[in-house]
């Protein structure tokens, strides 16, 4: 399981910002990078990489920012598992972190290098320190999901099997 934070560059356009445990492999990470351009109506959305055997579930939200194009940055949180989880068990998850992120003051300044503007703001550092805290704390929550619930929800689908 890999939980991801994207957001669209102002520049460079979508980059993978954040990635926990570890890095994804590039080939799926150039997958990722082209979800930003899809019209997606509902921001809660999966893609399945039958090739790869994975699932991506997304959330896109945006923060309030004084630093990007139109004052918002675009903003996605995705989780990289196994195909056969059922996707619908982390949205509340994923949406409670979103709101989160949302809810720190100036954390859009998370997504800019030092140097971004005239003089260094000291803030950037510290606003992607509580980013990544809070990106390590989901990531822990969705892990205990996924051992507990998943194995509920395998007994689940074995029941469906009997004919009552």
């Known amino acids: ?21 570890d890095e994804v492999p590039e080939k799926i990470s150039d997958k990722m990078k082209g979800f930003f351009d899809l019209d997606m109506i509902d921001p809660f959305f999966e893609v399945t990489l039958i090739e790869e055997k ?47 992120i949302i809810s720190i003051v100036n954390i859009y300044k998370s997504f800019y290098d030092r140097g971004f503007l005239q003089k260094n703001d000291p803030e950037i550092d510290i606003k992607k320190k509580e980013l990544v805290q809070i990106l390590v704390e989901c990531l822990d929550r969705l892990n205990k999901l996924n051992k507990s619930d998943f194995e509920g929800e395998k007994i689940i689908q074995k029941f469906k099997k009997f004919k009552w």
């Open 54 to 100: 994975i699932k991506i579930t997304n959330l896109y939200f945006e923060i309030t920012s004084c630093w990007a194009r139109g004052s918002k940055e675009m903003v996605m949180l995705s989780l990289v598992i196994e195909k056969d989880y059922k996707s619908e068990l982390f949205y509340d998850i994923l949406k409670e972190y979103s709101l989160k």
């Open 1 to 21: 399981m890999h939980l991801i934070l994207s957001y669209f560059h102002s520049k460079r356009g979508p980059e993978l910002f954040l990635s926990f445990p």
